[in-house]
């Protein structure tokens, strides 16, 4: 079964606008990173956030991770066109030794 | 540097035949992990391989296996195909491996199993 969950499944928003994602998990992680997923591609890293961080910046994204709650939230601001993707979270168990990937979020980025 | 590169990209292949996969990994990085994407599972993790050595595998039959050579890249093979098997299989390279730092996956195979 997948560690995270991504919330919401699909998010569709104007240009512009900002698009927040969110993702959940069930149990101790080291880290937890992001991807993004362009049809049909492979993956790109966007940014990882480690179990003592609470938040991360870069360029036009925001990532927050909040331990109690297990939960993470990515922010990316001012979207665009080429925004549009899908969004992985995925979490590295501190007693496993993988990436257990959610199953996604679909954003599409209206012109 | 060069990322992580796969080949072939897209595979034909029927039922009963086995298939090989190859994965590059970026220079100096010596773990390559294998994952299968379907619209139905999602990214579902088949196993590591770190300094020639597997390190983790996940829950796949053991029709599906891998090897990593001493220059650290990688192959994966399935054997007696299933239809069930098309997928995309996406590998990605790391310096520590386990999931304890960025991992960079390759373009993927898109294997289709008629």
């Known amino acids: 079964s997948q560690q995270g969950e991504e919330d919401p499944q699909a998010l569709s928003i104007q240009e512009g606008e900002n698009a927040t994602m969110n993702c959940s998990y069930k149990?101790?992680?080291?880290?937890l990173q992001w991807y993004r997923q362009n049809s049909g591609r492979g993956l790109v890293h966007l940014i990882l956030?480690?179990?003592?961080?609470r938040e991360k910046h870069s360029g036009r994204l925001r990532v927050t991770l909040d331990t109690s709650k297990k939960s993470s939230s990515l922010l990316i601001t001012a979207s665009r066109a080429a925004d549009t993707a899908s969004y992985f979270c995925?979490?590295?168990?501190?007693?496993?030794?993988?990436?257990?990937f959610g199953e996604g979020t679909q954003l599409t980025v209206n012109p | 540097k060069a990322g992580v590169t796969q080949t072939p990209r897209y595979l034909i292949k029927t039922r009963g035949q086995q298939v090989t996969l190859s994965c590059s990994p970026i220079?100096?990085?010596?773990?390559v992990s294998w994952y299968q994407q379907t619209p139905g599972q999602g990214l579902q993790f088949l196993f590591e391989?770190?300094?020639?050595?597997?390190?983790n595998k996940g829950n796949f039959p053991g029709r599906f296996s891998g090897r990593q050579f001493s220059n650290s890249r990688s192959e994966m093979n399935v054997s007696t195909l299933e239809l069930g098997d098309s997928a995309l299989y996406l590998c990605?390279?790391?310096?520590?491996?386990?999931?304890?730092?960025?991992?960079?996956f390759g373009p993927g195979t898109r294997l289709t199993v008629l």
């Open positions: 990605a390279s790391s310096f520590l491996g386990g999931g304890q730092d960025t991992q960079y």
């Open positions: 149990t101790s992680i080291n880290n």
């Open positions: 956030i480690r179990s003592n961080e």
């Open positions: 995925a979490t590295a168990e501190t007693s496993g030794s993988r990436l257990t």
């Open positions: 220079s100096g990085h010596r773990s």
């Open positions: 391989y770190f300094s020639e050595t597997q390190r």
